[in-house]
C-alpha cells in the first residue's frame, strides 16, 4: 500500500513528494550531494544545518578529543547519535521498518575518528560525508539516516504542508529526535501533528523524489 492510496491523494503538478510504500523501507536513501544543490525556495538553507550540527560538535570536543571520561566527550558522543528514522520509510530492511541507524557503539566511532581529525588540525568538516574517509562503513543507509535526523524538523514541516494541500487528516505523534535543543545540545523528542501510518499507527514523514537515491555521492564501502 503506497501513502496515495491510504490516503486517497491524487498526484497533482504541485506534488514533488516521493509516495513511499507504508508496509515494508523502501531501498532508497536521502542524499544530501542532492540537498546541497537547493539554491532557493523552502530547503535552500537545509545543507547550512547540516554543516552546523557538525561543526557544533567539532567545537564541544575540540580541546577534549583526548579525554573520553569528560563532559565534552561524552556529548559529543549523544549528538553522534542518529537513530533509524522509521517515519521515512527508507532504508535496506527488507520486511518492516526497524533499521539500525547509529547506534552508541557507532557514535563513538564517530567520535574517535573525529578526535583524531582534531589532533591532525582539522576543525571542521565542509560537508558531513567526509566522515566517509573518516569512518569506515558509514555505508549510505547511516549517511541517509544522519541527514533525516539532522534536517526531521523540516521533513515534518514539509509533510504538514502536503497534508494540509490534499486534506489528509492528521494525528499527534510522539517523535524521536524531532529536534534538537541548542541550548542543551542535545537531541529532544516532540509531539507534533503527522499523517498516521494505517499498517503500523505510527507516524509517516514524506521526503521530495528529488533527494532520493539508490547510492548517495560519498559512500565509504566505494573507497
Known amino acids: 500500500m503506497y501513502f496515495s492510496d491510504a490516503h486517497e491523494i491524487t498526484y497533482g503538478e504541485d506534488d514533488d513528494w516521493f509516495d513511499v510504500l507504508l508496509e515494508t523501507d523502501t531501498q532508497l536513501f536521502v542524499d544530501p550531494f542532492l540537498i546541497y544543490s537547493e539554491s532557493w525556495g523552502f530547503w535552500a538553507k537545509a545543507d547550512e544545518q547540516i554543516a552546523e550540527h557538525f561543526q ?10 583526548a ?14 547519535l542518529f537513530p533509524e528514522p522509521k517515519e521515512f520509510g527508507l532504508g535496506f530492511v527488507n520486511k518492516g521498518n526497524r533499521g539500525s541507524g547509529t547506534g552508541k557503539g557507532f ?6 575518528s573525529m578526535s583524531i581529525a582534531i589532533e591532525k588540525g582539522l576543525q571542521d ?20 539516516d544522519i541527514a533525516c535526523n539532522i534536517l526531521k524538523a523540516k521533513f515534518i514541516e514539509y509533510t504538514q504542508e502536503i497534508c ?4 489528509v487528516d492528521m494525528h499527534e505523534h510522539e517523535v524521536q529526535h524531532a529536534r ?16 498516521t501510518n494505517p499498517l503500523t499507527g505510527g507516524p509517516s514523514v514524506l521526503v521530495p523524489k528529488r533527494f532520493l537515491r539508490a547510492l548517495p555521492t560519498l559512500n565509504s564501502d566505494d573507497w
Open 180 to 195: 534538537f535543543d541548542l541550548v542543551r545540545k542535545r537531541w529532544a523528542s516532540a509531539t507534533v501533528l503527522l499523517p
Open 125 to 144: 568538516l565542509h560537508h558531513f560525508e567526509e566522515l566517509g574517509l573518516l569512518v569506515d562503513k558509514i555505508g549510505r543507509d547511516r549517511i541517509s
Open 67 to 80: 579525554s573520553q571520561g569528560s563532559l565534552q566527550y561524552k556529548k559529543t558522543i549523544d549528538m553522534m
Open 107 to 112: 557514535a563513538k566511532r564517530i567520535v574517535r
Open 164 to 167: 494540509r494541500r490534499h486534506g
Open 56 to 65: 557544533r560538535s567539532f567545537e564541544v570536543l575540540a580541546g577534549h578529543q
